[in-house]
Structures are given as C-alpha cells and as structure tokens.
C-alpha cells in the first residue's frame, strides 16, 4: 500500500512543520533523518535513520508512499564559498541517491525545496519568474540548480512526477540558530542576549520573507492533487521585498528592543535584490500569502521568547 508520505529532513525546520501538519490530519508518514532527534516524533510516527546517501538506503521506503518530500539540506551559501565539494558531500549526493530510488518507483511523487533567494542572481528589472535563466552566484546556489536538472532529467527518462520549490527566505516559529543562515532568528538571538549583530554590506540588500505556515499551505495543495507526470516548478514568496535595514527596524519595533550592528564587508555571494514572482502558483492552486511580515515576526518573537 502507498498510503505513506516520506519526508527527507524531518529534523528540519520545514520537515518538522510538514510533518505535524501532515499528522494532524492522520496522514501515515515515514521520517527520514540522519542522526537521532532530542524532540519527539508525533504518535504513529515511522522514523528511519541513514545517512541517505545511496539508492538502497531508501529501499523499502518509496515502494510504500505515494509522495516523498526531499527538505534536507546541510550547507549554507556561506559555507560553500570557495569549496565545492562540500555542496556536493552535503547535498548533491543524497539527492542523487533519491533520484536513482525513485527510477524503480514511479508510483512516488516527488516534492524537492529548492531556492528562490539563490538561483536566479540579482533581479534589478523585474521579479524572477520560473522560466529566467538560472545565475547562481554560490556554490550552494549552484548545487540547487543541478538538483533540479537531475530531477527533470530523471522525470523524463522514467515517467515520474516532480514539483521543484523555490521558496524565499522562511521563517517562523521552530526556526532555530544555523550559522549564517537565517537572519530574524539570529537578529531575535542578539536581541535575547545583548550582543551585536553582524551584518555584510551596508543593508541595502533586498530580500523577500515568507511565513512558514504559508509555505506549508502551498506544499498541501500539491499533496493532495492527483500525481501528474513531469516536473513542476514553483516560486514560492510573500511578493514583496524588503531591505534589510528594514526588516531589522521592523525587528526591532516590534520586539521593543534595541541592537547594536556591526558592519562588515559584503560577501560575494550575495546578490543585490532578489524578489519572486508568484504569479504561476497563484494561477495554479489558488495560492497566496497571507500573513504580513509585520505578524509573521510578532509571532516568531512569541515563540522565541517561549524558549527563554
């Protein structure tokens, strides 16, 4: 029976918020980590630990679910800079093992999180839609896109169904500390404790934030609609950037709580401006955001402070 939903990065901040999303509608799902988690595992709940890193370890997984979410990511942009094998140990080759995996089950949807804020490079002129060319400025970036040529490569030859994310930056309650990767949950640790806040550049970088739960609310359209063969590719943005200069004075307002910055250079990962277009998801499932930046943070800082 392919009743199960497989989720690759369970651990996560996403795999996490998709799995008790998913359990609380009494959805059957397999866990897949790769190291044991302190945090419980919703009642009912199968957990598989490995490291993923060959076709076999996925062996006996795919053959019971009907959907595999691939939400597993070890490396940052930051991480990568001026090493590449380390976006190819990290995360190239479990998304290769996956991909050979899911030849032999064609029954089994794929759902893959790319990345909106690394692949398309900087957007001056227009936001980025789904069909501009790709112009990774990292290591990391570039990692995302071969993923995504692999995954249509192997949707072609074999007949199978594959939608691609390319989600802007999430957040929300859940998302903990990750070095260099995550800037409100960083800014809320340096409110928290007192202590400067490191930022590259001088703040003019524009970025777009997107709330978890809406992101999780697109991710449940596709599960539910019937398997439809081939490969589908989604922005995923709240639709609207901010500097982020402004996203701390809003932090910053909203917390109630002073901080004090330190500038440093700008790395060259990093691009200007990056906005999304979210036109296709709209048109497809009806799709919006829904919670503002302004709530989105007043909600994350509740939680955060929860945790103290």
């Not at 901040?13 to 799902?29: S, Y």
């Not at 691939?70 to 479990?94: C, F, I, K």
Request: glycine share 8%.
């Amino acid at each position: 029976m392919t009743e199960a939903v497989a989720i690759l990065g369970a651990n996560g901040f996403v795999g996490r918020h998709l799995m008790e999303r998913l359990a609380e509608r009494g959805q059957p799902i397999i866990a897949l980590v790769r190291s044991n988690s302190r945090r419980p595992f919703p009642s009912g709940v199968e957990v598989r630990v490995s490291e993923f890193s060959t076709p076999e370890d996925f062996n006996g997984i795919l053959a019971r679910s009907h959907t595999i979410i691939h939400a597993a990511s070890v490396s940052t942009p930051g991480q990568t800079a001026g090493r590449p094998l380390a976006e190819l140990d990290g995360n190239l080759r479990l998304t290769l093992a996956l991909t050979t995996a899911l030849q032999h089950a064609p029954h089994c949807r794929l759902i893959y999180l790319s990345s909106g804020g690394t692949l398309y490079g900087d957007t001056h002129d227009h936001p980025a839609n789904e069909n501009d060319v790709l112009r990774p400025r990292s290591y990391y970036g570039a990692g995302k896109a071969a993923s995504e040529h692999f995954i249509h490569a192997a949707a072609m030859q074999f007949n199978l169904a594959a939608t691609i994310f390319r989600p802007s930056n999430l957040y929300g309650p859940g998302q903990g500390l990750r070095n260099g990767f995550g800037i409100i949950p960083t800014t809320f640790d340096r409110i928290q404790n007192k202590t400067p806040l490191t930022l590259w550049g001088d703040g003019s970088a524009v970025r777009d934030y997107l709330y978890i739960d809406d992101f999780i609310r697109l991710c449940l359209h596709i599960i539910d609609k019937p398997i439809s063969r081939g490969t589908q590719i989604l922005n995923a943005a709240y639709g609207h950037g901010v500097s982020l200069n402004d996203l701390i004075d809003t932090i910053c307002r909203i917390t109630e709580h002073p901080l004090s910055i330190v500038r440093d250079a700008s790395r060259t990962v990093d691009v200007a401006r990056i906005e999304l277009d979210v036109h296709a998801a709209q048109r497809a499932y009806g799709w919006t955001a829904e919670v503002s930046l302004e709530e989105g943070i007043a909600r994350t800082w509740r939680w955060w402070q929860g945790l103290a």
